[in-house]
């Protein structure tokens, strides 16, 4: 097994077969410096907007690149081809000469038959894979008539109290024929196990399903806050639904590790690779530990990036990942299969730059999020609609974001050869230091036992909040331009056609649950949970009474309680 510490200094000694010859690079390097000279004279009558330029993880970026700065890159070591380890280029040889990515939009919101509505609206508009957004009680695993969920039912998603509910979300709608992508976390295998169930109802067998379940939970106690249970328990569930689709659910995505909250949260380029991979690295450490081959689980395990505003940097960022990762399921987990080194990757654009202010403007950064999304190499892409500042997004909204990736796919040439920004001497010196400086991290995260001991720390979360914070004293002070919001602001009108979910969400919510609570049989409900509680105090698999309480039309809450009475709830760190 390789040390991580030393893992770090193993990528910075590259191989001795690099691109370039070594005297020219030294006469590279002296025009470059003599040239530099020449400017550096001229800037008292042309001066340059502003003393320091850096990326948004503080990269240096100077005038210019060259051969000089990626000298030592090794092209079969570091790049290779499409398709090739270490994945720098892709990981599919043809990329999106092919097929294009999977556009998955993120939809969800009211109940499920709004929701059904609103997926069937996307599928017929040219949608090709479904994303559930769930609302905050089904994501904390509270059913619509719980106290705590007044005024949230339905609001941030849709509300999945029972399978009942998921039967009608995917109505008409194949799970055969359909890639579908939950955001859940805690509850995961109960989605999960809903799934399952609701297309055995329509006649498909688990081997048929293809999508995803977020499923991870360590990036919920840094960034996000829907966890339920104390980290262990935790990954004992996710684990267990390793091993359970490992041989039942085989097609089936069992986690998608997300950089994406984290970003949203504040973090930098660099702490979303590190913070991401960190993680990662823990959910194959407890499954190898649980007795699962890394070789069986590991090609199923997908990530979850933002594409943010600094765009080199965000195509910079994915070509790092990839690599960083291909090097760590090889090297440190000794991963034979060449499946398990993939970084395979969804892309959503970055919520947190949209703006209440001048809200057109977001179609534009959108545009450019997904485009840098593209040439980065992800399988598939959410591009976020402009009025999500200001509420859930609206059809016609919802169809510019769509058609956004269709203009990209069909129109812009982008998706026509693999990596075409790969040898440009500034991307390929962001993707050397990007990942050197995630490589950093890990080695630190690795020192304190790993993501599950950083996260009890608190280390994770400080350090995405004090990124948070620089980047906004940057904007407040005008350091950081946002286009509308601290400079070229303008007077509008106010918001229009807004979508707004029906406050009677939930009374539809409660009275369908009471229906159902008085409709089933109690009996098989009360021996499923007492199944559940057995199993949870011991050491099986919990997808497996999950299932049978799923088919007893137990509600989410109900299985989440009897979990909740035996792991009881986790409390986050507080630093003062």
């Known amino acids: 097994t390789l040390n991580l510490t030393s893992f770090t200094l193993h990528l910075s000694l590259k191989g001795v077969k690099t691109m370039f010859d070594p005297k020219k690079v030294e006469d590279i390097r002296n025009k470059v410096k003599k040239w530099n000279d020449r400017v550096e004279k001229s800037l008292d009558k042309n001066p340059e907007r502003k003393k320091d330029f850096q990326t948004t993880s503080g990269i240096p970026v100077k005038r210019v690149f060259s051969p000089e700065d990626v000298a030592e890159l090794d092209y079969q070591q570091d790049l290779n081809l499409p398709g090739e380890y270490p994945y720098t280029r892709g990981v599919q040889p043809t990329m999106y000469r092919s097929r294009f990515w999977t556009m998955r939009q993120y939809a969800g919101f009211g109940t499920a038959e ?295 796919a069909y129109e812009s040439g982008a998706a026509d050869t693999a990596d075409p920004l790969g040898g440009s001497f500034y991307v390929e010196k962001l993707t050397n230091e990007i990942e050197k400086k995630a490589g950093e991290y890990i080695a630190k995260i690795d020192q304190m036992g790993g993501s599950v001991a950083a996260v009890e720390k608190g280390y994770i979360q400080q350090e995405i909040q004090e990124s948070a914070y620089r980047y906004q004293k940057e904007i407040e002070a005008g350091d950081r331009v946002i286009v509308g919001v601290n400079k070229f602001q303008s007077k509008e009108p106010p918001p229009k056609g807004l979508l707004k979910v029906d406050p009677k969400v939930r009374e539809m919510q409660v009275q369908r649950l009471t229906q159902l609570r008085t409709s089933r049989d109690p009996q098989p409900v009360k021996a499923s949970l007492d199944e559940l509680k057995n199993v949870a105090r011991g050491d099986g698999n919990l997808m497996f009474p999950i299932l049978i309480c799923v088919r007893a039309y137990c509600t989410l809450g109900e299985i989440c309680d009897v979990l909740r009475e035996v792991f009881g709830e986790y409390e986050p760190v507080v630093k003062v």
């Open 114 to 408: 709004d929701t059904n509505q609103r997926y069937r609206y996307l599928l017929d508009h040219g949608q090709t894979g479904l994303s559930v957004a769930f609302d905050l009680p089904t994501q904390i695993g509270y059913d619509s008539d719980h106290p705590l969920a007044q005024g949230e039912v339905g609001k941030v998603g849709v509300a999945i109290d029972s399978v009942q509910d998921l039967e009608v979300l995917f109505r008409q709608i194949p799970l055969d024929k359909v890639s579908t992508s939950m955001t859940i976390n805690s509850p995961a295998a109960i989605l999960l196990a809903m799934y399952i169930v609701v297309a055995e109802k329509q006649g498909i067998t688990p081997e048929k399903l293809n999508g995803t379940i977020q499923n991870d939970i360590l990036k919920e106690y840094s960034s996000r806050g829907t966890y339920i249970f104390p980290p262990q328990p935790s990954m004992r569930i996710i684990t267990n639904t390793f091993g359970y689709c490992a041989k039942e659910v085989p097609n089936w995505n069992t986690i998608s590790i997300s950089g994406y909250h984290m970003r949203e949260a504040g973090c930098t380029v660099v702490q979303e690779v590190a913070f991401t991979l960190a993680n990662g690295i823990a959910y194959v450490e407890a499954a190898i530990r649980a007795g699962l081959d890394v070789d069986v689980f590991g090609p199923r395990i997908s990530f979850f990036f933002n594409a943010h505003l600094d765009f080199l940097e965000e195509v910079a960022k994915y070509r790092a990942a990839r690599r960083l990762w291909a090097k760590i399921m090889k090297e440190r987990f000794q991963a034979k299969n060449p499946r398990s080194w993939m970084l395979r990757f969804h892309t959503q654009t970055a919520g947190c730059t949209l703006t209440a202010q001048q809200p057109h403007n977001n179609i534009i950064r959108v545009a450019w999020q997904a485009l840098a999304a593209v040439l980065g190499g992800t399988q598939s892409l959410h591009t976020n609609s402009m009025d999500e500042a200001l509420a859930l997004p609206s059809e016609q909204s919802v169809q510019i974001a769509l058609r956004t990736q269709q203009l990209i």
